[in-house]
């Protein structure tokens, strides 16, 4: 059974830093790909950054570009964001997902059959 836990989030104020984290225990692959979504009041679900395991490659959507950074460690079972330069409109729950490692570059929810039970991050202006 795949288990997905985050830590991290808070509050901070705008251009500010957070980091979260994420231990995934259960998945029978080395080769996976992790992907942080995040989903605020509202709006839809949306793709933050993804990296897959084995082989370190990352994926970013263009609002997060040069301000967050995904990373995991060399057992592959924790991934990391740190988020730098934090906006107002990156206030949202945050989810730590896994799904196969073709699954990298989409930020389709329906690819990642895997979520973690979130964490809260709000940035106040």
């Known amino acids: 059974q795949v288990q997905l836990v985050e830590s991290g989030g808070g509050s901070v104020q705008a251009g500010g830093s957070l980091s979260l984290s994420c231990k995934v225990s259960g998945y029978p692959h080395s080769s996976k790909c992790l992907t942080w979504f995040r989903q605020a009041p509202g709006k839809e679900r949306e793709g933050v950054a993804g990296i897959e395991t084995s082989t370190d490659s990352t994926y970013y959507v263009d609002s997060v570009k040069g301000r967050f950074t995904i990373s995991v460690n060399n057992a592959g079972n924790t991934m990391y964001l740190q988020m730098n330069s934090l906006q107002p409109e990156d206030t949202a729950m945050y989810y730590c997902?896994?799904?196969?490692?073709?699954?990298?570059?989409?930020?389709?929810?329906?690819?990642?059959?895997?979520w973690g039970q979130g964490t809260q991050v709000t940035v106040s202006s």
């Open positions: 997902t896994l799904g196969p490692y073709w699954s990298c570059g989409s930020w389709s929810p329906a690819d990642f059959n895997s």
